[in-house]
């Protein structure tokens, strides 16, 4: 045997580096090709999410378009022309915005000295109520009396001079043309046309042709003369409609309301 050659056990018994736990898991680093991949794919992500999101937004700002041109844009298109007649100018300064708690409705002055008829339903439990006319000026209102069976209330405000609108004496005639100027809708100021369909003494009721819609509670309703012949308070559900697709309101004629005020 020479002298030189190891034996197999020496060989075992020599010093080896063993691998370290970190080179396992060493990882090469990327090169430039894979970092313009991960770039173009988080930058696709985006788009999509983009994309998706426009598109939400078209579809709803499509809805709100169809509900606008099926409602606000006939309210407004009536306002502006009848807003051109001096007389619906000078009785829309009487037409209030009633504000509570998250609520919003109409009433209206039936006298300078701040007497303001609307609906029972449109202050009923509110704990503080501000009154708003079309001018600008606010005011703080006092329940001077509610019927909720008629679903009516009378306010009063401080205020020395506003304008008003006289109470007609006699009971609105079918097929007389009347207004409705009101605060729909979230809008202020809207005036629509229609005429008078009925009114039924025995259930209180005068119907009329005009739209309503959400804020028009309270509003006046007013004849050529322009007095005030009745207060709205709702509008008949679709399946209480007389005509499918026709409108209606419903009205408080203004001769019930009238001995309530001569009482008080």
């Known amino acids: 045997m020479r002298q030189n050659e190891k034996e197999p056990s020496e060989e075992l018994d020599e010093e080896v580096e063993e691998p370290s736990i970190e080179d396992f898991f060493r990882e090469e680093p990327p090169d430039e090709e894979e970092i313009q991949r991960k770039q173009r794919s988080r930058k696709l992500k985006k788009w999509i999410a983009l994309l998706i999101a426009g598109f939400l937004i078209l579809n709803a700002f499509g809805l709100l378009l169809n509900y606008v041109n099926a ?7 009536s306002t502006e022309e009848l807003m ?3 007389e619906i100018q000078e009785m829309s300064e009487a037409v209030v915005t009633i504000h509570g708690h998250q609520s919003r409705g109409t009433g209206f002055a039936i006298s300078g000295e701040g007497l303001i008829l609307t609906n029972d339903h449109v202050i009923d439990e509110l704990p503080s ?15 001077i009396w509610t019927d909720p069976a008629l679903d009516v209330a009378l306010l009063q405000i401080e205020a020395a001079s506003v304008p008003h609108l006289p109470l007609s004496k006699e009971d609105a005639a079918v097929d007389d043309t009347i207004y409705v100027i009101g605060n729909p809708l979230s809008q202020s100021q809207i005036v629509n046309e229609g005429v008078v369909l009925e009114q039924t003494r025995e259930h209180n009721v005068l119907q009329i042709t ?6 028009h509670s309270g509003s006046p309703v007013i004849n050529e003369q322009g007095e005030v012949v009745g207060v709205v308070y709702a509008r008949p559900t679709a399946s209480s409609r007389m005509d499918e697709g026709s409108t209606r309101g419903l009205a408080v004629p ?3 309301i ?5 009482e008080h």
Do not use: H
């Not at 409602?71 to 298109?77: E, G, K, P, V, Y």
């Not at 005009?210 to 804020?215: E, L």
């Open 84 to 86: 051109e007649r001096e």
């Open 129 to 143: 109520i501000i009154v708003a006319f079309p001018s600008g000026e606010l005011y703080e209102g006092e329940v």
């Open 258 to 262: 009238l001995p309530l005020l001569n």
């Open 71 to 77: 409602d606000l844009w006939n309210l407004w298109q």
């Open 210 to 215: 005009n739209p309503i819609y959400p804020g």
């Open 254 to 256: 203004i001769s019930d």
